[in-house]
């Protein structure tokens, strides 16, 4: 069955950086669009970048253009997202997920605050 598992969280301070991973089994990972997502507390989840099949075109949420990088590798099966300069605001849980899938992993928690 489709499954992702998320890892990578932690806490940080503010201005610091983490890289989230994630690695998905039960589809055709090289044909899917993959995507990160996030839920802070008491908020909806929310889009937060997209990467096509080939890693060329990626999309960001405004809230993290210029801070944030998704990227992925085919072969391992696994998406990335590098997040630079956080802020307070990007304290959620972070969830991956392909485009067209219904089914969420547990995600990975980013908590940041001095």
């Known amino acids: 069955q489709v499954q992702f598992v998320e890892s990578g969280g932690g806490q940080v301070q503010p201005g610091g950086s983490l890289r989230l991973s994630c690695t998905a089994s039960?589809?055709?990972?090289?044909?899917?669009?993959m995507k990160w997502y996030r839920q802070a507390p008491g908020k909806e989840r929310e889009f937060v970048a997209r990467i096509d099949t080939t890693g060329r075109r990626k999309d960001y949420a405004d809230s993290v253009k210029g801070r944030f990088s998704i990227t992925r590798d085919n072969a391992k099966r696994m998406i990335f997202l590098q997040m630079n300069n956080l802020k307070p605001e990007d304290t959620a849980v972070y969830y991956c997920?392909?485009?067209?899938?219904?089914?969420w992993g547990l995600g990975t928690l980013v908590t940041v605050d001095s």
């Open positions: 039960g589809f055709i990972f090289g044909a899917a669009i």
């Open positions: 997920k392909a485009d067209r899938s219904t089914t």
